[in-house]
């Protein structure tokens, strides 16, 4: 028997048996995405695109969770680790069956091309609902959470490959993507860019990356020798995988013009560590062999790479000896995910207004008005890259679905997304006139803020123009304003909205992102009181575009909370609960690991609820440019009504490491403050979390 049939037989023999046998024509076809079959050795087809973003994405009946953005609101890791185990059974249990059918069609692979780890930097960045906000650490432990909810725990096989993407620096503008050059500092890089992928390498363990369609500094990202040589293999340690963005490669002479024919494109890629073409361009790669633009030793390196892959999926083991193929097919948007969609859609949901203690609605009204263009849609639930499951609980149905016997629900949308016109004003003021309370359920939705090319109405390049609510939405909201009656904006959307007018004038502002298939039921379920909201922001709130640098700028002056200078509308880490917590007894002391940082958190309220502790830090005596503070640590934590808890983090050193302007690292001798708290320590932001609690801490260095 062939050494690469022995299922037994160490995997790198398997796999260098197996590479051997190939001609060099099967070697580069097998490093296409659309990877074909080699009949003689028994390779069957496969298809290395698909999509789980937060669900498996176009394959049929999934469980659809909350939208990447909204996945992060919640600051919990546990939950998202959850969150990408469901997704990962689901992925399998497709798989399997179609296998079953015969189908090995693109979307029913084991190859996922998720997370999307980039930094959303500027809310103007139409995919920024596909990351997991603004902050590098934050975006670092949602991102390992999910890397190894998906490959799961198995010493011999993986469940899913993970690809984090898109390596690297990379987040608009969607139009001027294939030829744009995202230029960087050293400082920047390793501060804010890069941190978040080396977490899910080293610690996740992430099998593959994909590589992003602009330059960086002046090289194109899937062929940059210093990003997927320098730094990915030789500083970070990677043996996966790396995968181009789909047409990327022609990118590099079609757009980058950094080289001039399909066969230098392709080889340049694959010299430089990039393995595997979404797209075309590697069929190329035999001329540039002939070219003796590579050696045939680059072909053999990236296609022991890919087999390595497969062969740790399983894919060329009896289904018996591989514990993931047994995942039945009955957990795909069954009750205990969809129960777990409906939990992440909660803890997803931002409260950031709340006057007088409008919310929760109380139980006795005879009437509310749920109005505004997102309250009975269904895409606005979806997000992006998303699948489609059995059921989808619009707003309006989640309220209807809560509200008590006796109470009437009346529904209008009152104006389009984002159109102009006013036509429908009348009948929803009419139905608001009935009711005690008026929901206006806004926002944004996937057809103006997504990739380029797939939003409707903002021109197809799927930025946003500007921060403030769409069409006529604003002026709706002021009309239902000056009818009297306590008015609450419920925001849908994947990134930062203006509403500046509505901070001011309205009751209760809530946001809940692209909630997912249970989102109408989560919304509810926050509004009547059944759930005490505890979500986070994970992005800044500004106030307007005046507020931003350029878009196209890519230094990290005056952008997210770490470097703003102005005052935001919402900071990054702010939300607000229907009960109240007091922080006490900070203690920072020298710890083995690093520094022991505790405190005692106490629900001084009258409601059981969530409370997210967050560490922030500041070096006081850096003499460079360091970031006003600096997310190092959080934990969500629940607590009864008067329970207490002392919770307890270790801050290793790199949580006191100064980034130089050309990128180098340095522990050094320092005083660094210290603050925990329910959110940033900002003077005049009223939180339900009271004053954070600041300490000092000098530190004497590297030892």
Not at 635 to 643: A, C, I, N, S, T
Request: proline letters at 6%; hydrophobic letters at 40%.
């Amino acid at each position: 028997m062939e050494t690469y049939k022995k299922v037994d037989a160490p995997l790198a023999d398997r796999v260098r048996d197996l590479v051997s046998r190939m001609t060099m024509e099967e070697k580069v076809s097998q490093m296409l995405h659309e990877a074909p079959a080699i009949h003689r050795l028994g390779i069957p087809p496969y298809n290395w695109w698909n999509e789980c973003l937060h669900g498996v994405a176009r394959a049929g009946v999934a469980t659809v969770f909350p939208q990447a953005i909204g996945l992060a609101a919640t600051w919990d890791t546990s939950l998202m680790h959850k969150v990408a185990t469901a997704i990962s059974d689901e992925a399998r249990a497709k798989h399997h069956a179609a296998l079953k059918h015969g189908n090995r069609d693109q979307y029913f692979g084991l190859t996922y091309w998720s997370p999307n780890i980039n930094i959303f930097r500027d809310p103007r960045w139409g995919r920024g609902h596909e990351t997991y906000g603004e902050d590098p650490y934050l975006t670092a432990r949602m991102g390992v959470a999910f890397v190894r909810g998906l490959q799961g725990s198995n010493p011999r096989y993986l469940k899913l490959v993970a690809t984090p993407k898109h390596y690297a620096v990379h987040s608009g503008p969607e139009t001027e993507r294939h030829g744009f050059d995202a230029v960087v500092s050293g400082k920047d890089m390793r501060e804010t860019y890069l941190p978040a992928f080396e977490a899910c390498v080293r610690e996740g363990g992430a099998v593959s990356i994909m590589g992003a369609y602009n330059r960086t500094n002046g090289e194109p990202c899937c062929g940059s020798p210093t990003l997927l040589q320098k730094i990915l293999r030789e500083e970070w340690g990677f043996d996966g995988y790396v995968v181009s963005d789909c047409g990327a490669v022609c990118d590099f002479h079609q757009h980058h013009k950094v080289t001039k024919t399909p066969a230098e494109s392709a080889a340049m890629a694959v010299r430089n560590g990039c393995d595997l073409n979404c797209g075309k361009t590697f069929q190329n790669l035999l001329t540039a062999l002939k070219e003796r633009l590579l050696t045939e030793a680059d072909i053999d390196r990236a296609v022991t790479r890919l087999f390595t892959a497969r062969f740790r999926l399983g894919m060329f083991d009896p289904s018996r000896r591989v514990p993931y193929a047994r995942i039945p097919a009955s957990v795909n948007d069954g009750p205990a995910h969809r129960r777990l969609a409906l939990m992440s859609a909660r803890e997803s949901v931002v409260l950031l207004k709340n006057r007088n203690g409008i919310l929760p609605l109380r139980r006795n009204l005879k009437g509310i008005a749920v109005v505004g263009p997102n309250a009975g849609v269904i895409d606005v639930l979806l997000g992006n890259y998303n699948g489609v499951s059995s059921r989808l609980v619009t707003i309006v149905e989640g309220i209807c679905g809560k509200a008590p016997a006796g109470m009437a629900v009346h529904w209008h949308s009152g104006c389009d997304l984002a159109g102009r016109s006013t036509a429908g004003f009348g009948m929803a003021q009419a139905y608001a006139s009935m009711s005690d309370v008026i929901i206006a359920v806004m926002g944004l939705s996937p057809r103006l803020e997504g990739e380029e090319g797939d939003t409707v109405d903002s021109a197809g390049s799927g930025d946003r123009r500007h921060l403030d609510l769409p069409g006529v939405q604003e002026e709706f909201l002021k009309k239902l304003h000056e009818m009297g009656k306590p008015v609450i904006l419920v925001l849908l959307g994947g990134s930062a909205v203006a509403v500046n007018w509505a901070q001011e004038h309205v009751d209760a502002i809530v946001m809940a992102w692209y909630p997912g298939a249970e989102g109408g039921a989560a919304v509810a379920d926050v509004l009547f009181g059944d759930y005490n909201p505890a979500g986070r922001l994970p992005v800044t709130f500004y106030k307007g575009l005046h507020q931003l640098p350029d878009f196209k700028d890519y230094s990290m002056a005056n952008r997210t909370y770490r470097y703003f200078q102005g005052d935001p509308l919402y900071p990054f880490g702010y939300g607000l609960s229907y009960t109240s917590f007091r922080y006490s007894n900070l203690k920072v002391a020298p710890a083995k690991d690093g520094v022991g940082v505790s405190v005692r958190v106490r629900n001084s309220g009258k409601l059981d609820g969530d409370e997210v502790v967050q560490v922030y830090v500041t070096d006081k005596d850096a003499g460079i440019p360091v970031p006003l503070r600096a997310l190092k640590a959080f934990q969500r934590v629940h607590l009864k009504e008067g329970e207490r808890k002392r919770i307890e983090f270790t801050l290793g050193p790199e949580a006191f490491t100064r980034i130089y302007p050309d990128g180098r690292r340095a522990v050094e001798a320092g005083t660094f403050e210290i603050s925990v708290g329910g959110g940033q320590p900002l003077p005049g932001v009223e939180t339900t979390s009271g004053p954070a609690l600041m300490a000092t801490y000098r530190s004497s260095g590297a030892r």
